[in-house]
């Protein structure tokens, strides 16, 4: 058995998961900024899940130094710099890994969707519609994590024909319009926004059609980035955007055959045979850092 704990904006998710992924316990709680409290609050769900000192896994967004167990520059929880892995362990007197929020949750949508919850077989790509674009990539069940760290961050490839600027100080980012922050700045009226523009494209408003063409040229981008550059048996998609549910899902598959219509390439790649959802409300990201705890 090993922990994990998803650390996020606003609540900290943990489980206790056999090396198949199957849950044996949950804890969950609001999460509180700054350092003390983040570490405080981690400690707390780890004791909450079992009373042994069990290998644990943490995700957290931010910049993940995983050989050190350092997370720098995690906004939504004050943090700059935290030993965030040497501060749990401590307490809790077991080995603590940490890895990127993504990656973890690559790695649990990959045993939960992948393979009956064994770790799936193959590469199974994670795409994350969250906040931002990401995507993680899981090879046999385990998983790849590039040479800095930096792998799947699609997000920030500048191909989006409309060039807005990007924080990271591009123009036409992925991320700028194909994730939930940016669904919710262009379409500001409704909260969320996806399924409002949707329904009101179906419903003929021009506006919402321009927005959703947008937002599903992106998508369909993102797509063929990981179908084409990882060649994934599955590409699960998660993420809050996600939560939309059978009408984005719908909407990505006719984007997908219309780009395939007189292509034999894309024709033959079947990129929507491929495209899962992410099932709602399955604690992927605890999963996948109890999974990565229990990695040699
Ligand atoms: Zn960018």
Redesign the pocket.
């Known amino acids: 058995m090993t922990i994990g704990i998803d650390i996020g904006g606003t609540k900290i998710e943990g489980v206790l998961a056999d090396p198949t992924g199957a849950v044996h316990a949950t804890c969950r709680i609001s999460a509180r900024p700054g350092n003390d409290l983040v570490v405080e609050d981690t400690v707390r769900v780890a004791r909450s899940l079992t009373g042994m000192p069990v290998p644990v896994g943490i995700g957290i967004p931010g910049q993940i130094d995983a050989e050190h167990g350092v997370v720098r520059n995690v906004v939504n929880l004050g943090i700059t710099e935290l030993a965030l892995a040497d501060e749990v362990g401590a307490r809790l007197g077991a080995p603590v890994r940490i890895e990127n929020d993504v990656n973890a949750a690559a790695l649990g949508a990959a045993a939960v969707v992948g393979g009956e919850r064994k770790a799936g077989t193959g590469t199974v790509v994670f795409l994350n519609l969250g906040t931002g674009l990401a995507a993680g990539i899981v090879r046999d069940g385990r998983l790849d994590r590039g040479s800095t760290g930096a792998i799947g961050e699609i997000?920030?490839v500048?191909v989006d024909p409309n060039r807005l600027p990007?924080?990271?100080?591009?123009r036409g980012?992925l991320?700028?319009v194909a994730c939930g922050g940016a669904v919710a700045r262009l379409w500001p009226s409704a909260d969320p926004a996806m399924p409002d523009i949707l329904r009101r494209a179906a419903q003929g408003d021009p506006e919402a059609r321009r927005v959703r063409d947008m937002v599903l040229h992106a998508i369909g981008d993102a797509l063929q980035i990981v179908a084409q550059a990882y060649d994934p048996r599955l590409i699960l998609v998660g993420g809050g955007m996600a939560r939309t549910g059978a009408p984005l899902f719908d909407a990505i598959g006719a984007e997908m055959r219309r780009r395939a219509e007189g292509c034999p390439f894309l024709t033959t790649l079947d990129i929507p045979s491929r495209v899962r959802p992410v099932p709602d409300g399955a604690p992927i990201g605890a999963i996948g850092a109890a999974l990565a705890a229990a990695e040699e």
């Open positions: 997000g920030h500048p990007c924080p990271c100080g591009q980012c991320e700028t």
